[in-house]
């Protein structure tokens, strides 16, 4: 499988150590109370309930903000309306765009999601555009210690994974292990019990090939997914844009 995209890595830790931490545990406790109403306090039967946990563990969300959350859903909190949907389109330089929203307020949704693609230069298209492009996977990012590369690999292949790509990152040396979407849970239990620390896991789509984007293009494109991610109905933002290093460290 083709390296996958680093800027959204990096895109997706910043998310947890920046200004924004606020916001972002504001949308897990979103997820928690919609998964907690829906599918019970339990994360042992409720597997959405479980991967938002995972979630909020890897965003260092306190544990008793997450209980209340859950608390709060299981115990009917107004939630029944909240519904997930996918909105796809493209940004400068021809790169796909996908953004998931959980929302009480389709109209609202729509209409901040399309406003973010217009001030990017943007739009948005059909449901299926660019979905197509993508496939559900599991990524999770492991702090191997001193283990040999030879060894993770190992490690990750008797654990169900797809891939492992070693560190590209000095900054951040983690390795990223994907899964098949429904092998997720499994694999990255199987990697904790082998004495891998991970350090985040998600579930995410990764890009069939990247776009490779340079100047006002990588800027604009930066730019559409900062705006989307600070909107309180999207949860999550994916790309196929590959962005050198040296337009990210601009």
């Not at 990524?139 to 191997?144: F, G, H, T």
Request: glycine share 8%; net charge negative.
């Amino acid at each position: 499988m083709a390296k996958h995209n680093k800027w959204s890595k990096i895109k997706h830790r910043k998310a947890v150590v920046d200004k924004r931490r606020g916001k972002v545990w504001t949308k897990i406790a979103k997820a928690l109370m919609v998964a907690a109403k829906h599918g019970g306090p339990d994360p042992d039967s409720n597997l959405a309930l479980r991967y938002a946990i995972d979630e909020a563990r890897y965003a260092n969300m306190p544990r008793d903000t997450v209980e209340r959350a859950i608390q709060k859903g299981a115990g009917g909190a107004s939630t029944e309306n909240y519904e997930t949907i996918r909105y796809e389109g493209y940004a400068p330089g021809g790169v796909a765009v996908i953004v998931d929203a959980l929302t009480d307020n389709r109209t609202r949704t729509i209409t901040d999601v399309r406003n973010a693609f217009h001030d990017a230069g943007g739009n948005v298209g059909s449901s299926g555009c660019v979905a197509y492009m993508f496939q559900p996977r599991g990524e999770i990012l492991l702090d191997a210690g001193s283990l040999s590369e030879d060894r993770v690999i190992e490690l990750a292949i008797e654990a169900g994974a797809l891939d492992a790509q070693p560190p590209d990152d000095a900054d951040h040396p983690a390795w990223t292990v994907l899964t098949a979407a429904p092998d997720f849970a499994a694999v990255k239990d199987a990697l904790e019990r082998a004495g891998l620390t991970v350090t985040e896991a998600n579930l995410t789509m990764i890009p069939d090939t990247m776009v490779t984007v340079r100047g006002e293009h990588a800027r604009s494109v930066m730019d559409l997914v900062e705006q989307l991610e600070d909107l309180d109905d999207v949860q999550k933002v994916y790309t196929n844009a590959d962005i050198p290093d040296d337009e990210l460290a601009d």
